[in-house]
């Protein structure tokens, strides 16, 4: 049974891993009892203190004992209720306890529940020997690290004023352990990273959990703005300078004072600016335009850019001084293809916020988000949030399904089933039932958004979706569609 549940590996990794248990304390939750022994054989192996419990009820007596540091529990499709509310019920008794769900590969939305709930972490069956080391070594962490680095981790994790930073992907705890540490200090900082990475909201949990982090924190796009606005804008002007100027302005590197200064973009800056911001930074002053006089600055300098300014440096696009002056803190963030285990949690997050500011709940079916998880992501975290955004506005109700996702994703998700049934490979029931469901659910949303669209004129509505009428008012009884326009 051991083999149904983890792939074999050598005992060599079972040495490794051990020390970095540091013998916590793991207790295992799951009615079946071979997986159970399973996890608490490798989690042994691993150098984890491990009780176990057949039931919720004894996982409850044992954790009024002090039986835990780590909980893992498993979440059945009977009976997962439950376990949710053993979840809730741990995170408000002992928040000091790293919660991890388990769940079924074909119940990632349960996974999802269970992190509202307040798990941790989740794993889905089956997994590896990696898979299951990778999580418990990520909840071990959370009860090791430094308290100062694991209390600005869960700030930057539940803070809701800078639009929180989620995830708890390997990528993303390395993040949080960078951030700790620049965020106190006052050197420059380049952040790299592709477009939607999250680049500007790194670029505020650092001024804000900074020393001066009640201080202005002012950004500017490099690349929306033509060269002699970027200019005023940074430096400043004096009265008189140019048409229009008819009094002086501070540049924003001596408005900002102490604070910081977030200059997006900044491979777009033109080579002239390139020389006057090096200037400036070498100084610690700036001349306003058409001033004779310099004005000290003290603002910190966090630049951000999804150009590669290296190879820019290489082709003279871009100056290597400055890119030294501002490389000194080199933050690259991953891409969301690089963290998908971050995905549920972004989702969630997002589907959250939605749902307080609607006031009704939406959830994802697990078709839909084993498509997100698969999907590539090329516009990355805010590619999520819209794509999340659109299936609530499209849906026509709690469940966001397949077809209420944007094109590209609905393709991918089409094309992945087309390719698994080309393979020959083995489909689950529930699958196949998700797929027709998801076909049907297209097809009513389609009506749905015509007759929406032509406010109610179903003649209309027909022709724009190329059928008879008969037909739309077959469609309207089959999916029990009585009023579109309220549905």
Known sequence: MLATVFQTRSMEFFSQAAESAARLHLLVVDVDPAIRSACAEIAGGLGYAVEQANDFQQARSLLRGGAADILLVNLPLAGSRQ?????????????????????????????????????????????????????????????????????????????????????????????????????????????????????????????????????????????????????????GYVKGAFTGANRSKDGLLVSAESGTVFLDEIGELPLDLQAKLLRALQEREVRPVGATHRVPIKARIVAATNRDLSAMVDKGSFRKDLYYRLNVVNLRLPSLRDRREDIPLLAAHFLDRISRERGAKFTLSDEALRTMMRYE???????????????????????????????????????????????????????????????????????????????????????????????????????????????
């Open 83 to 235: 376990g949710l509310e053993l979840i809730s019920e741990v995170k408000l008794l002992y928040p000091r306890i790293a919660i991890i769900a388990m769940t079924s590969s074909g119940l990632v939305n349960t996974a999802v529940e269970a992190m509202r709930c307040g798990a941790t972490d989740y794993l889905t069956k089956p997994f590896t020997v990696d898979d299951f080391s990778s999580v418990l070594e990520r909840a071990a962490e959370t009860l090791t690290t430094d308290t100062a680095t694991r209390q600005l981790r869960e700030q930057l994790r539940v803070s809701q004023g800078l639009g929180s930073m989620i995830g708890r992907s390997g990528e993303m705890e390395k993040l949080y352990r960078i951030l700790s540490k620049v965020a106190q200090s006052t050197h420059p900082v380049l952040i790299l990273g592709e477009s939607g990475t999250g680049k500007e909201l790194v670029a505020r949990t650092i001024h804000a959990y900074g020393q001066n982090g009640q201080k202005p924190f002012l950004p500017v796009d490099c690349g929306s703005l033509v060269p002699t606005l970027i200019e005023s804008e940074l430096f």
């Open 377 to 487: 992501w090329p516009g990355n975290v805010r590619e999520l949030e819209n794509s999340v955004e659109r299936a609530c506005a499209l849906s026509s109700g709690p469940i966001l399904h397949l077809g209420d996702l944007p094109t590209q994703l609905q393709n991918s998700g089409l094309e992945a089933r087309r390719t698994t049934l080309a393979s020959g490979e083995p489909v689950e029931a529930e699958t196949v039932s998700a797929a027709v469901m998801t076909l049907a659910d297209m097809e009513r949303q389609a009506i749905l958004s015509a007759i929406r669209t032509l406010n109610g004129d179903k003649l209309k509505a027909a022709r724009l979706l190329g059928i008879g009428k008969t037909t739309l008012y077959r469609k309207l009884k089959e999916y029990g569609i009585a009023d579109p326009l309220s549905e």
